[in-house]
C-alpha cells in the first residue's frame, strides 16, 4: 500500500516537472527558430507518433462521419488557437509566467461552463478568478519592470488559455463514442497544427531558422515528453483519481519559477512567491468546489 502510494507521488512530480518545462524548453527553441516552425515541427511528430501508435500498432479504428467535425474543432481550439496563442505569448514573456498561466486552467474552465451553461456564478468561482488574476499581476510586475515580460505577451497568454478552456469544455461536451483517446489527441494535434501551416509558410524566414541540436533537442523534448509524455501520465493521475489529480496542477507554477531560475537565470522575488500563493488559493477554490 506504502508502495503504491509513493509510486503515485513520484507519478505526480514527475508530471508537475514535466509539464513545467514546457515553457523554458519553448523559450529556448525561440532562440533558434520562429514560433510557427517550431509549433508546427513539434506538432507534427507528436500527432504522428500518436496516429502511428494507434491505427499502426494498436490498430485502433479510424474517425468516421461527424467524428472529423469534432476533432477538427476541438484541435482548433485546443492546439492551433491555444498554443499558436502560447508560443507567439513566449517572445514577450518569461518562462515563469509562460508556466503560472496554465496552472490556473480548471478556474478559466470553471467560469466559462457556468457562462455556458447559463448557471449562476458563484461567490466561490467569482473568488477564486479574481485571486488568480491578482496573482499573475503581482507575479507579473517586476517582471514587467525588468522587461522579462509585456503586457502584450500577457495579453496573448490570457487569449491562449481562454481558447484551452473552451476547448476542454466542447471536449466533454461531445460524444466521441469509443474513440481511442490516443485517435483523439493524435489527430487533433495533425489537425490543430495544419491551422498555423499558411502563417508559417507566410511569414517564414530561412535566416531566422537554425536546424541546429538545440532546436531538434527543444522540438523533441515538447513533442516526445511534454505533448506525449506528460499527457499520459496526466491521464493516469486522473483514472486514479480525478479531484486528487487536479491538485498536481498546485506545483506546477512552482516547478515554472523554479525551472527558469535554474536554467535561464529569471528571477524569484517576494512578489512571485506572494503571486503563487494568490493563484494557489483561487485554483484550491474551484477544486473543492469541484470535489
Not at 108 to 136: D, E, H, N, P, W
Amino acid at each position: 500500500m506504502l508502495a503504491k502510494q509513493l509510486q503515485y507521488v513520484l507519478t505526480g512530480i514527475i508530471f508537475a516537472i514535466l509539464w513545467s518545462s514546457a515553457s523554458i524548453a519553448t523559450k529556448w527553441g525561440l532562440k533558434v527558430s520562429q514560433p510557427f516552425v517550431l509549433a508546427i515541427v513539434r506538432f507534427c511528430l507528436a500527432g504522428g507518433l500518436m496516429l502511428f501508435i494507434s491505427h499502426v500498432i494498436l490498430k485502433h479504428r479510424l474517425p468516421s462521419g461527424s467524428e472529423w467535425k469534432q476533432l477538427l474543432a476541438y484541435g482548433i481550439l485546443n492546439i492551433g488557437v491555444y498554443l499558436g496563442l502560447y508560443v507567439l505569448a513566449m517572445q514577450h514573456v518569461s518562462a515563469g509566467l509562460g508556466s503560472l498561466f496554465p496552472a490556473t486552467s480548471p478556474v478559466f474552465v470553471s467560469v466559462i461552463s457556468a457562462l455556458f451553461y447559463r448557471q449562476k456564478m458563484t461567490v466561490s468561482i467569482l473568488l477564486s478568478l479574481s485571486l488568480c488574476l491578482i496573482g499573475i499581476v503581482i507575479a507579473a510586475y517586476p517582471l514587467l519592470l525588468k522587461s522579462y515580460a509585456s503586457p502584450f505577451g500577457l495579453f496573448l497568454l490570457l487569449l491562449s488559455m481562454l481558447s484551452y478552456s473552451l476547448g476542454s469544455i466542447y471536449f466533454s461536451t461531445k460524444n466521441w463514442q469509443n474513440l481511442n483517446i490516443l485517435t483523439i489527441n493524435g489527430w487533433q494535434t495533425i489537425l490543430g497544427g495544419l491551422l498555423l501551416a499558411p502563417f508559417m509558410i507566410f511569414y517564414y524566414d530561412h535566416s531566422l531558422n537554425i536546424y541546429n541540436a538545440t532546436f531538434w533537442s527543444t522540438v523533441s523534448w515538447l513533442a516526445f515528453v511534454v505533448s506525449i509524455g506528460a499527457v499520459q501520465i496526466w491521464l493516469y493521475l486522473i483514472k486514479q483519481d480525478a479531484v486528487k489529480a487536479s491538485f498536481w496542477l498546485f506545483l506546477c507554477p512552482i516547478f515554472g519559477f523554479l525551472i527558469a531560475w535554474l536554467l535561464a537565470n529569471e528571477p524569484i522575488d517576494a512578489y512571485t512567491c506572494v503571486g503563487v500563493v494568490f493563484v494557489i488559493i483561487g485554483l484550491s477554490l474551484v477544486l473543492k468546489r469541484r470535489k
